[in-house]
């Protein structure tokens, strides 16, 4: 995935995107071809800290993605808040018309794909999954819990590595970026909004300071000779 330096996620922001998703787009290459599967997903972090854990995901038990032999790494795609920016919304669009884009956030996660077809394993995966959600699984009852275990396949994936990109106007004035903000807020999308205020408001002012900062440099390098010298 190709992502600029501006459009680079710190391990906080990875983090934070691993543990909000609720879907992944499991993807894996056979001899045949890739193939993509959306599935529910739980990120189980790494308690030693030391890397980024897993993620846990289930396929019913008729879905060849399993037991397909599979060739290199899986990739799980994993997306924030996205969203469609007006031109209209930029402060600098009256007098330098732009074009609209697409923000958006996205964690692209590799790693060998594992797949656990021990009951335990399951169980304990389908409780995570249904408790993050607000179900509690366990009332369905031993029988009718051993019956639809028996009907899915966990499939774990370590994360042995990872891109991320939050394409979020880090590249543009803060006037354009809070534009942008409002616009959003008011066709309701103040999920996106909010990364936006977190992520480029910051960004995009310690842009324009250090900016401001080398104007300034140059502007006392670049004094008259024999002239006043600026303080």
Not at 29 to 51: F, I, K, S
Not at 96 to 116: D, E, M, Q, S
Not at 209 to 217: F, T, W, Y
Request: charged residues 25%.
């Amino acid at each position: 995935m190709y992502t600029p330096r501006h459009f680079a996620m710190d391990d906080d922001q990875v983090r934070a995107l691993l543990a909000s998703a609720e879907t992944a787009q499991l993807v894996t290459a056979h001899a045949h071809g890739p193939v993509a599967t959306l599935l529910p997903v739980v990120w189980r972090p790494d308690p030693t800290g030391e890397t980024l854990g897993s993620l846990v995901l289930h396929v019913t038990r008729v879905n060849p993605v399993w037991k397909e032999p599979y060739l290199g790494e899986a990739l799980a795609i994993l997306s924030g808040p996205d969203g469609y920016i007006h031109a209209d919304w930029y402060a600098s669009n009256e007098t330098k018309p732009g074009v609209p884009t697409w923000n958006y956030v996205t964690v692209h996660a590799y790693g060998p794909l594992v797949v656990r077809d021990d009951a335990d394993w399951l169980r304990e995966a389908v409780w995570e999954l249904s408790d993050r959600f607000g179900y509690d699984s366990r009332r369905a009852g031993e029988e009718a819990t051993e019956r639809m275990l028996r009907a899915i396949v966990g499939l774990e994936l370590p994360i042995s590595r990872f891109e991320a990109k939050a394409k979020l106007n880090q590249n543009r004035t803060p006037e354009d970026i809070q534009g942008a903000i409002d616009g959003l807020r008011g066709v309701g999308h103040d999920e996106l909004a909010d990364v936006m205020t977190q992520v480029s408001v910051p960004h995009a002012e310690a842009r324009q300071q250090l900016l401001a900062d080398v104007r300034g440099r140059r502007l006392g390098e670049a004094r008259p000779a024999g002239g006043p010298t600026l303080t």
